[in-house]
């Protein structure tokens, strides 16, 4: 499951793009971290919220996938984000949770925050779907 | 009004980092435009989510902008994607436009489609907030 | 499949408890309406968005129950309500709109409007889903 | 604070109408309970999504209230509500929680429960204005 969830990872053009990397996979929570630089950022210098709900959109959907069947994919039907305060920080890290993993849908929790965990820049709720025939 | 959207979105490294380019800019409406590579990608191939989501989060926000007073900032309090679609284009456009402008709150929809805005692969629901100290 | 809609309505308890009437049903398309009285304000007299969030969701779940097959069943998987300015009317209407009608998943729109449709009261980006197996 | 929560809630027709019953309050958490009745029901039977969200939307905007000045008034920005599984359960209770409580926006996290607080029917993330001039 982790080496199938690393592949996929690796394959994401983006998440390499944007320096991500995959530090932790269980089943059922992922978490990826992402260091700052200026390529990444908004008008103010922080972090863009697009890179904030891009690595915590792929935790989710990752931690969706650790809980589905080997023959299956993952896509993201949906996903709200609370921007909580800027993402000031020279790396932030993402962590996805599934709080149901159903057979078609699988609903995810996630945050993107500070290194020590202790500021969160950002909440998300997520719906993952668990596409049957592989593509 | 158009300069300072304009002079912005050029200090956002991250836009310049997916090569987006700012299309449209009325008052109250904004379009941006991204070109395929394969760095922007998922792992299928297509746009990441998190690109579509990161620039129709930006053509929201400065379609908020766009009715904010000049010594103003815009900053994004949360917004929800809906795909409905994978992102299978060579170009995609997002357009963002403001349903409500408020002293303090903007409210925002969003959408993003093919070139002929004919295919609709995500709509967007956002909030944007109006910072009167200029930071 | 219009009767099929009101039957479904109709077993509702909530919706007549609301009052709530059906006066459109097409395919992808449902309007709702619900008058005025105390017993569905907050505390500052106007509809409580707990009553503007019903009316539009089932509004949107019986939009997207128009297009599924007849043997199905209509959920509602998640939905996201913006509350543009108080409902403070006499009487309001709730339209549910499909965007995409999938096998499974069923994405619509919905507003909440005074009685003319102009002034809008909140909109909602609702995720249907569709369950195949008669409950 | 308490008293002025109190006083809020009874002046909510809807949530009287509801039955619904204020449990706890507490410096930005808030628990609000109904008990399942036929007229609280959609088609099936269960509690209605409609209700589900409404005493979860009451919960997070009185937690979110309960730290704001004593002179102010909630308003709901927006809010997602998740639809982990059917709300089938004599009496649910819903607990909303404040994430970060700001100036202008309130940011909050709710969840609907059966009575034993194990089973999650919903997840709700919200976000709340606090109107400085009394209406």
Do not use: W
């Not at 023959?71 to 909580?84: A, C, M, R």
């Amino acid at each position: 499951m982790e080496k199938r969830i690393k592949d996929s990872f690796d394959r994401q053009g983006f998440m390499q793009y944007l320096g991500a990397e995959l530090i932790t996979v269980k089943e059922g929570l992922v978490r990826i971290t992402c260091e700052h630089n200026e390529q990444l950022t908004q008008q103010h210098g922080f972090f863009h919220a697009g890179v904030v709900t891009s690595i915590v959109d792929v935790a989710c959907g990752y931690a969706a996938y650790s809980m589905m069947p080997e023959d299956s994919n993952v896509l993201t039907v949906e996903f709200k984000t609370n921007f909580i305060r800027p993402a000031n920080a020279k790396k932030i890290v993402a962590e996805g949770k599934v709080i149901k993993s159903g057979r078609t849908l699988t609903f995810c929790e996630g945050r993107v925050t500070d290194e020590t965990g202790e500021t969160v820049f950002a909440t998300m709720m997520a719906t993952m779907a668990c596409i049957k025939d592989k593509r």
